[in-house]
T-cell receptor, first 113, second 113 residues
């Protein structure tokens, strides 16, 4: 079973920031928080991941609470092309290519004009 | 950099027929995954290869599904005989041996009628 819980759906106005929450209260110390998204009819796309520090890349920012029990993915200026299902996944990282992604149901983000 | 390539993109077969899907991972990626995604659900791991060896095939229905990764590069997933409940998207993914970020292909859509 997935170790994370997410709201089933969210709406966001185009051009505004989209803040997607994820609860992972049972995450263990060696598990990273990964975010993927899946646009309709495409394979999942990697967005970002982090352990305990906040992370930012060209796609998004990831804010992880100090106790690591929850996190928020931020899309700073959402566009219609960001409409997708967003998955938050806890994944152990042993420094090698181990472990597989256990997907939950994710959050369906709808960006509206 | 070329992504994960899959073919065919779409396939319709009758139940009890056989089908094969092909995957070419990102160049240099040692780990290859096959996932099954049923409509409305998140992807579920079927099998994981590390080079040409199987790491995890615990969720693969071995009475009808088989997969191989000869020479540790390309992989083929076969279903024989197909059942109606095998209708799904079959996603191939790969990751480098020194990191855990997993990259997905576009998927192969199977409809069994």
């Amino acid at each position: 079973d997935a170790k994370t819980t997410q709201p089933p759906s969210m709406d966001c106005a185009e051009g505004r920031a989209a803040n997607l929450p994820c609860n992972h209260s049972t995450i263990s110390g060696n598990e990273y928080v990964y975010w993927y998204r899946q646009i309709h009819s495409q394979g999942p796309q990697y967005i970002i991941h982090g352990l305990k520090n906040n992370e930012t890349n060209e796609m998004a920012s990831l804010i992880i609470t100090e106790d690591r029990k929850s996190s928020t993915l931020i899309l700073p200026h959402a566009t219609l092309r960001d409409t997708a299902v967003y998955y938050c996944i806890a994944l152990p990282n042993y420094g090698g290519s181990q472990g597989n992604l256990i997907f939950g149901k994710g959050t369906k983000l709808s960006v509206k004009p | 950099e070329a992504g994960v390539a899959q073919s065919p993109r779409y396939k319709i077969i009758e139940k009890r027929q056989s089908v094969a899907f092909w995957c070419n991972p990102i160049s240099g990626h040692a780990t290859l995954y096959w996932y099954q995604q049923i409509l409305g659900q998140g992807p579920k791991l079927l099998i994981q290869f590390q080079n040409n060896g199987v790491v995890d095939d615990s969720q693969l229905p071995k009475d009808r599904f088989s997969a191989e990764r000869l020479k540790g590069v390309d992989s083929t997933l076969k279903i024989q005989p197909a059942k109606l409940e095998d209708s799904a998207v079959y996603l191939c993914a790969s990751s480098a041996s020194t990191g855990n970020t997993i990259y997905f292909g576009e998927g192969s859509w199977l409809t069994v009628v």
